[in-house]
């Protein structure tokens, strides 16, 4: 896995996600740009069984009126993930961006004890697909090296 704050590389290790802090910013901690790229085998492991989960939610609970986005994967039949990194990538990245982007990080991410991060992921906004490439780019708030693992 790749990492980049602000256009600029940085170990992995210096991010870190917490569970429902997606989205909510911080009013007076800076906000920068993140980049994180994982290879196809490791985004298709990570996020196998949470992908699978929704596609049989949806086969069981879907209804006519939802969102297109899962009408159109509905329509693809729920093909498995390496499927649709490989011939439907342009529906993964929509699926990821508007849907899945906090359980992609939250595999992507687990807790981890000890750590000593400095960004804390806000949000998935895109997700790309390249060369068997996934990349998610979104916001991160900068946080303070005192406070980033507490709550």
Excluded: N
């Amino acid at each position: 896995m790749r990492c980049r704050i602000a256009d600029r590389p940085v170990p992995c290790s210096w991010l870190y996600f917490r569970e429902f802090d997606d989205g909510r910013g911080h009013p007076t901690l800076p906000v920068v740009a993140d980049e994180i790229s994982v290879d196809a085998e490791t985004f298709v492991a990570s996020l196998a069984s949470s992908y699978e989960d929704y596609a049989q939610d949806d086969k069981t609970h879907g209804a006519r009126e939802d969102d297109e986005d899962i009408l159109r994967l509905r329509a693809l039949g729920w093909p498995p993930l390496t499927g649709l990194v490989e011939r439907h990538a342009h529906v993964l990245e929509t699926f990821i961006a508007r849907h899945i982007g906090y359980d992609v990080i939250q595999c992507l991410f687990p807790p981890a004890a000890g750590a000593s991060p400095r960004y804390l992921i806000d949000s998935v906004e895109r997700a790309r697909i390249a060369a068997q490439v996934i990349t998610l780019r979104g916001r991160a708030i900068a946080v303070p090296r005192a406070t980033a693992t507490s709550s």
